[in-house]
């Protein structure tokens, strides 16, 4: 994985490791998986497995964002290897309420086995017991059922699943690279501290001669103590504003903060746009608590300021839409309103993405507009690709084509 990637993942979920109370490593014993509710294909019991199944077990939430980016890259390797016993399992310890409509939405592009974790156990045989915090994180369980390999799914999951099929995966490099990652994220953290700098530099000096050691801490590139020191400088920075944006500080404070990022993000990074995201989804999160609170005058205003942002992100937009529209915790649909943060995500994707246009299609419909719904539902369909979402779409065409038509 790129570095950038690396530090932006760790700036939204940290990444933590104390290597003096792990309770396992790699080459121990996989922890059975305590699942309360299957909620995508399964059951799955690692024991079954032992002699002819690799398990994947993977760590996400639906809130986070770095593990909706890589659930198609976790697709796209369940097909690759299915043929080969390979079995990937995506874990939370979310709601099923919050849980299955997520599934649902993404269909075929979260094409593997999905559960819900019973009371954080098997977050706790994993996650835990390696000393791991932040999600979206992987566990490789071979067919000896041990676990051979742990990381970001993005930074070499498939590489290492393709040497275990070869024959060719060496665990002892495999641990000393886990030791080395444990101490690439202490040096992350206090790389933008000045006044640790003494134990930074030393940290450097080490992961430097394991860097060649190991063949490389990060995917592609080498280790490099001074641009990871910019990238911590900048993550920090971008906390600051988030925590003040999500916190309620004033907007001098907020602009104050903004300036900051601004001065130490790398090139091509909009600060801005990022703020403007930030503050759209405490606007729509302020808006769903005012009208589970019953404060309808609220509630409008921060409809009018989500209309009047003009936020820019059609994925963001989208995802209020479909809220609003199919979220058990709103009771009170404001249909108008969905339609049209629907048709600005349409607009600002180009009217090009098929998931977006079946949000609009779904605003349509349940605002009565059913021949425009359908209009957009098939357009929707033409740009899906073949499979379970596709189905679901055609499936949904058939309900609108259905309605009686207004006389």
Same mark, same amino acid.
């Given at each position: 994985?790129?570095?950038?990637?690396?530090?932006?993942?760790?700036?939204?979920?940290?990444?933590?490791?104390?290597?003096?109370?792990?309770?396992?490593?790699?080459?121990?014993?996989?922890?059975?998986?305590?699942?309360?509710?299957?909620?995508?294909?399964?059951?799955?019991?690692?024991?079954?497995?032992?002699?002819?199944?690799?398990?994947?077990?993977?760590?996400?939430?639906?809130?986070?964002?770095?593990?909706?980016?890589?659930?198609?890259?976790?697709?796209?390797?369940?097909?690759?290897?299915?043929?080969?016993?390979?079995?990937?399992?995506?874990?939370?310890?979310?709601?099923?309420?919050?849980?299955?409509?997520?599934?649902?939405?993404?269909?075929?592009?979260?094409?593997?086995?999905?559960?819900?974790?019973?009371?954080?156990?098997?977050?706790?045989?994993?996650?835990?017991?390696?000393?791991?915090?932040?999600?979206?994180?992987? *566990?490789?369980? =071979?067919?000896?059922? $041990?676990? %051979?390999?742990? +990381?970001?799914? &993005?930074?070499? #999951?498939?590489? @290492? /699943?393709?040497?275990?099929?070869?024959?060719?995966?060496?665990?002892?490099?495999?641990?000393?690279?886990?030791?080395?990652?444990?101490?690439?994220?202490?040096?992350?953290?206090?790389?933008?501290?000045?006044?640790?700098?003494?134990?930074?530099?030393?940290?450097?000096?080490?992961?430097?001669?394991?860097?060649?050691?190991?063949?490389?801490?990060?995917?592609?590139?080498? *280790?490099?103590? =001074?641009?990871?020191? $910019?990238? %911590?400088?900048? +993550?920090?920075? &971008?906390?600051? #504003?988030?925590? @003040? /944006?999500?916190?309620?500080?004033?907007?001098?404070?907020?602009?104050?903060?903004?300036?900051?990022?601004?001065?130490?993000?790398?090139?091509?990074?909009?600060?801005?746009?990022?703020?403007?995201?930030?503050?759209?989804?405490?606007?729509?999160?302020?808006?769903?608590?005012?009208?589970?609170?019953?404060?309808?005058?609220?509630?409008?205003?921060?409809?009018?300021?989500?209309?009047?942002?003009?936020?820019?992100?059609?994925?963001?937009?989208?995802?209020?839409?479909?809220?609003? #529209?199919?979220?058990?915790?709103?009771?009170?649909?404001?249909?108008?309103?969905?339609?049209?943060?629907?048709?600005?995500?349409?607009?600002?994707?180009?009217?090009?993405?098929?998931?977006?246009?079946?949000?609009?299609?779904?605003?349509?419909?349940?605002?009565?507009?059913?021949?425009?719904?359908?209009?957009?539902?098939?357009?929707?369909?033409?740009?899906?690709?073949?499979?379970?979402?596709?189905?679901?779409?055609?499936?949904?065409?058939?309900?609108?084509?259905?309605?009686?038509?207004?006389?």
């Amino acid at each position: 994985m790129k570095l950038s990637a690396l530090l932006a993942a760790a700036s939204l979920a940290t990444l933590t490791s104390s290597p003096a109370l792990l309770a396992a490593e790699l080459g121990d014993p996989a922890a059975p998986l305590t699942i309360a509710e299957w909620v995508k294909g399964g059951p799955v019991n690692l024991a079954d497995g032992k002699g002819k199944t690799i398990h994947v077990v993977e760590f996400w939430a639906t809130w986070c964002p770095p593990c909706r980016t890589s659930i198609p890259h976790l697709t796209e390797m369940q097909k690759r290897f299915k043929d080969k016993g390979v079995v990937f399992i995506g874990i939370t310890d979310e709601k099923a309420s919050v849980v299955k409509p997520f599934v649902e939405k993404m269909g075929d592009k979260m094409d593997y086995v999905v559960a819900i974790d019973r009371d954080r156990k098997t977050s706790t045989g994993y996650m835990k017991a390696y000393g791991i915090n932040g999600i979206p994180h992987a *566990f490789i369980v =071979d067919k000896d059922g $041990k676990v %051979a390999w742990q +990381g970001h799914p &993005m930074d070499g #999951l498939d590489r @290492a /699943i393709e040497e275990i099929l070869a024959g060719k995966y060496d665990l002892k490099k495999a641990k000393l690279r886990a030791s080395a990652q444990q101490k690439l994220e202490a040096f992350m953290e206090i790389a933008a501290d000045d006044s640790q700098k003494e134990k930074a530099d030393q940290l450097a000096k080490e992961l430097e001669v394991l860097d060649k050691e190991v063949g490389g801490l990060m995917d592609g590139q080498p *280790f490099n103590a =001074d641009e990871i020191r $910019k990238q %911590a400088k900048f +993550g920090d920075a &971008m906390n600051s #504003l988030a925590e @003040a /944006i999500f916190t309620g500080e004033s907007a001098a404070k907020v602009d104050e903060l903004t300036k900051k990022a601004e001065a130490v993000a790398p090139p091509g990074v909009n600060v801005a746009d990022y703020r403007q995201m930030m503050l759209g989804q405490v606007a729509f999160q302020g808006y769903v608590r005012a009208l589970a609170e019953g404060d309808e005058a609220k509630a409008a205003e921060l409809a009018k300021e989500l209309t009047d942002a003009k936020f820019k992100n059609p994925q963001l937009l989208n995802q209020f839409a479909w809220a609003i #529209l199919t979220d058990d915790n709103i009771k009170k649909r404001d249909i108008p309103l969905a339609t049209q943060l629907a048709k600005a995500a349409v607009d600002a994707s180009g009217a090009k993405d098929a998931n977006i246009l079946d949000t609009y299609a779904r605003a349509l419909f349940d605002g009565g507009k059913t021949e425009e719904a359908i209009a957009q539902q098939k357009k929707a369909i033409s740009l899906a690709d073949p499979g379970e979402m596709k189905e679901q779409m055609e499936k949904t065409l058939k309900e609108y084509e259905a309605r009686p038509k207004a006389k």
